[in-house]
């Protein structure tokens, strides 16, 4: 394999990450959202945001 295929498969490899990588930051804020809005109807304050937030 020439270093001109090694840079394509790097290059796509890169792309796929970054593809995951914002899904899963997107997921992680929607369940701090999610856990956050429980929080303050039973009474909580932001610390269980800045949990969840550790937490992932």
């Given at each position: 394999m020439?270093?001109?295929?090694?840079?394509?498969?790097?290059?796509?490899?890169?792309?796929?990450?970054?593809?995951?990588?914002?899904s899963?930051?997107?997921?992680?804020?929607?369940?701090?959202?999610?856990?956050?809005?429980?929080?303050?109807?039973?009474?909580?304050?932001?610390?269980?945001?800045?949990?969840?937030?550790?937490?992932?």
């Amino acid at each position: 394999m020439d270093k001109k295929q090694k840079d394509e498969i790097i290059e796509e490899l890169w792309k796929i990450k970054e593809q995951f990588s914002s899904s899963y930051n997107k997921n992680i804020r929607q369940i701090t959202q999610f856990v956050n809005d429980i929080a303050k109807e039973q009474g909580f304050d932001k610390t269980v945001d800045n949990k969840v937030s550790n937490i992932a």
